[in-house]
Nanobody, 119 residues
Framework: QVELVESGGGLVQAGGSLSLSCVAS????????AGWYRQAPGKQRELVAT???????NYADSVKGRFTISRDNAKNTVYLQINNLKLEDTAVYYC?????????????WGQGTQVTVSS
């Protein structure tokens, strides 16, 4: 059974920083393509950033320059560093991962971690 577990969310003031982690475990699952998504109240889930196994990254325009996705393949873990947080970053952040190079193929989702930004 494959499981993705996110951690690192919390309540932070605008301008602050957070570091999210996503650890994969179970059934010899090795993360290949991975990404972070978020869903704000009343809104659809949206892509934040993706990363390939080789480290190639892609970001939503709204987070470029503030968010950094990275990974440690040895630890089967993906990270999201969030700097200069804004009120509109408030959302549940989800990790998504696939054992293939295409994140949309047989992906797994984590349970989400809440990020709340206060003024």
């Amino acid at each position: 059974q494959v499981e993705l577990v996110e951690s690192g969310g919390g309540l932070v003031q605008a301008g602050g920083s957070l570091s999210l982690s996503c650890v994969a475990s179970g059934s010899s699952f090795r993360i290949n393509a991975a990404g972070w998504y978020r869903q704000a109240p009343g809104k659809q889930r949206e892509l934040v950033a993706t990363i390939t196994r080789g480290g190639r990254t892609n970001y939503a325009d709204s987070v470029k320059g503030r968010f950094t996705i990275s990974r440690d393949n040895a630890k089967n873990t993906v990270y999201l560093q969030i700097n200069n947080l804004k009120l509109e970053d408030t959302a549940v952040y989800y990790c998504r991962a696939s054992r293939t190079e295409v994140i949309a193929i047989a992906p797994y989702w984590g349970q989400g971690t809440q990020v709340t930004v206060s003024s």
